[in-house]
Structure formats: C-alpha cells, structure tokens
C-alpha cells in the first residue's frame, strides 16, 4: 500500500519529512514560486480583504474581482479572447471534456493521457479512441475512420510521467483536416515551455476556435487551480454547462490572489525559466554515461526507468536515507516502475551534483 508523504515545513527545495531534511526532488513547482514573498504575500492579502472561504460556486456570487481578473490576465498571457478558471486541473479535465463531446461525439486521446483527461472521457459517454502514444499515424487512422460529426483531439503536451512531448503541430494539422476540436493540457508546460506560456505558444500554434489550451496554477506557479483558455464562445459554453464550474464552491480569493502574483511575475518574465532549465541540462548530463535507463524525456521530469517495482521502492528508501527525496512511481499509475525526479529552479548546482553521485554510488 502506499500512503501520503506529508511535510513538516514549506514546499521547495529542501523539505521535512518525519524528522528528516530531504533534497527535494518530487515537486511539480518548478520555478519554487510557491514560497515566493510576492505569491504567499498576495494570498494574505486576499484572505483578510476576501474572507477565507468563498461561500458558493461562481455563479452564485462565490467569486471575487480578484477571479474575474485572473480570468481576463490568463486570457491576455495566452492572447486568447477568453478564459474560465477550474478549481484544479482535475476539475477542468472532468467538466470540460463532456462539455466539449457528448454521447454523440467521438474522443481520441493518447495512451498516456492523464488519469483526469481519461475520466473526463469516460463522463462525456462519447465514443473514445485511444492512439498509440504520439503515434500520428495511428491518430490519424482513427479519425479518417470515424463518422462523428463531432470529434475531439486530447493531448498533454507535455506527458506527466515520461516528461517527453506531443508532437504538437502535426496533431494541430489533423484537428484541422477531420476538423476536430484539439483539447491541450497544459499543466507541466505552464511555466516552463515557451516564456512559460506552454508549448502551443512555444509552437506558434494560431488561436483559433477549434483549438482549446489547458493549463494549471498548481505546478510551475507554485499555487493551485487550473484554466481553460479559448475562444469566447467556447468560454461562455463552459461557463453554462461544466458540471465541475456549476456545482462546486468557487476557489478561495487566497488562492486566486497567489495565482495572480504568480502569473505576473512569469508574464514580466521574472521568473527563473532560464535557471530551471539551466539545472535540468545539468542533471541530465550528469546522469549520462551512469548506465541508467531515462525516458527520453524533453522537460524538467527525468524519469529513470527499472524493471521491478521491489527494485525502484528499495533505491527510493535508500536515497531517503541519504537525505534525498525522490519518489518512486509505480503501476497502475506507470506501466514501467521508475524514479520520477523532477528538477527546480530552486535547486542549487550542489543538490544536483549530491543526487548524481548518491544514485551512482548506490546503483555501483
Ligand atoms: C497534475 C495534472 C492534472 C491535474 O491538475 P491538478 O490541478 O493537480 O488537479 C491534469 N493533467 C495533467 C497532465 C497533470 O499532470
């Protein structure tokens, strides 16, 4: 069985747990904005001028200024005409999908598809195809095969697991040429693809209707909730028919006001991109010539690939007994058992260099 880690302190890059100080090497915050002064300053300023709970779901005044002005900042960093904010990425997944399909629509979604894109397919009732994972052939296969009237691409763009990405544009091509709507996640490229705009950005991909971007608050900016970027009438769609925005208590202002900071210093472009990926090409180099396993992976999640379960469990303990932290991932949730490590701007060239040499001495 497994069971939750929790810390004793904040989140970054080291952290405690049980007692023990670890490198922390398991954190989706990758540019450490969640303990930045301005994001956990602006929370504090919007519990006491907001309250500390937001009382109903949006449509019922549960809702500040402050979440109507991180709609429209999210839609202008994107240059989309609009935005709408889920509580988390799960609840966008989960609301927006069946908002966007239906039991008469027909959905294609990539094998390794997040479990929230997959049970967003599975409450939609529409018809779902999997693809081989970024297999365009195959993707494209399905969709000359379908007669759905109404069809939906669904992809990260960045795989959460293996940390490889979609080949975006050609997916973009076949969403136009079977006119499909395309459905991005975004939720590891936030932050950290395209000035932290994502990948579509990063692509160029034109925002147009049919093209719906994803994305969270709870990775790379260090707070929590989720967007769905898009055309206007997308928007107001969702807005009128995601389960998930109509029946559930709106975010607390604390929340949206660290989003906010968050989102304002990646916009100004004061946020550490640079480092991070710095530390990520640094990481990567050292782990080469190690003869370890990675999935070939194009982001800050380096995954290292073993062939049994007891194997990753017992190098996860052993590297906690060294004082770092660095998960083991494991099936259902993977196919393959592995290390999941995920690098931070936070991280120092030491804390870097100490896991290198800690896993090459425990793996001799
Ligand atoms: C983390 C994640 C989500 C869920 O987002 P939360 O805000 O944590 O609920 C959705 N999709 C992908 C690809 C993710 O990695």
Redesign the pocket.
């Known amino acids: 069985m497994r069971a939750a880690r929790d810390r004793e302190g904040l989140q970054g890059r080291i952290v405690s747990i049980s007692g023990a100080r670890l490198l922390n090497f398991a954190s989706?915050d990758y540019l450490g904005l969640s303990a930045h002064p301005d994001v956990t300053g602006a929370a504090q300023k919007a519990v006491l001028e907001y309250g500390a709970g937001s009382g109903a779901a949006r449509l019922l005044a549960g809702g500040t200024l402050l979440h109507q002005r991180l709609e429209e900042e999210t839609a202008k960093f994107l240059g989309r005409e609009s935005a709408i904010i889920f509580n988390?990425?799960?609840?966008a997944?989960l609301g927006a999908i069946p908002a966007l399909s239906g039991p008469e629509a027909e959905i294609f979604s990539d094998e390794l598809n997040?479990a929230?894109?997959i049970d967003g397919c599975r409450l939609s009732r529409a018809k779902v195809h999997i693809y081989k994972h970024k297999d365009n052939g195959h993707l494209e296969d399905l969709l000359k095969a379908s007669g759905a009237r109404k069809k939906l691409i669904a992809t990260?763009s960045v795989f959460?697991m293996d940390g490889d990405t979609a080949p975006l544009e050609e997916i973009f091509h076949l969403s136009e040429k079977y006119n499909a709507l395309l459905y991005v996640?975004e939720?590891?490229a936030i932050g950290v693809f395209g000035g932290g705009r994502g990948l579509v950005s990063q692509l160029d991909l034109p925002p147009i209707p049919r093209l719906v971007q994803m994305g969270?608050f709870?990775?790379a900016l260090g707070s929590?909730?989720?967007f769905i970027a898009a055309d206007k009438d997308i928007i107001a769609w969702l807005q009128n028919t995601a389960r998930t925005f109509l029946f559930s208590t709106a975010l607390p202002s604390s929340i949206i006001g660290a989003s906010l900071a968050a989102l304002e210093i990646v916009s100004t472009g004061k946020a550490p991109i640079k480092t991070l990926w710095a530390n990520r090409d640094f990481l990567l180099n050292g782990l080469k010539n190690s003869g370890l396993v990675l999935c070939p992976t194009e982001s800050p999640i380096i995954p290292i690939l073993f062939d049994s379960v007891e194997e990753v469990n017992e190098l996860s303990k052993k590297l906690f007994d060294s004082g770092i932290y660095a998960p083991a991932i494991r099936p259902p949730t993977v196919k393959r058992p592995r290390l999941r490590i995920t690098v931070s701007a936070s991280h120092e060239e030491g804390d870097i260099g100490k896991l290198v040499a800690t896993l090459k001495l425990l793996l001799r």
Do not use: L, P
């Open positions: 989706n988390s990425g799960y609840h997944n997040h929230s894109i990260e959460s996640d939720a590891h969270t709870g990775k929590y909730g989720a």
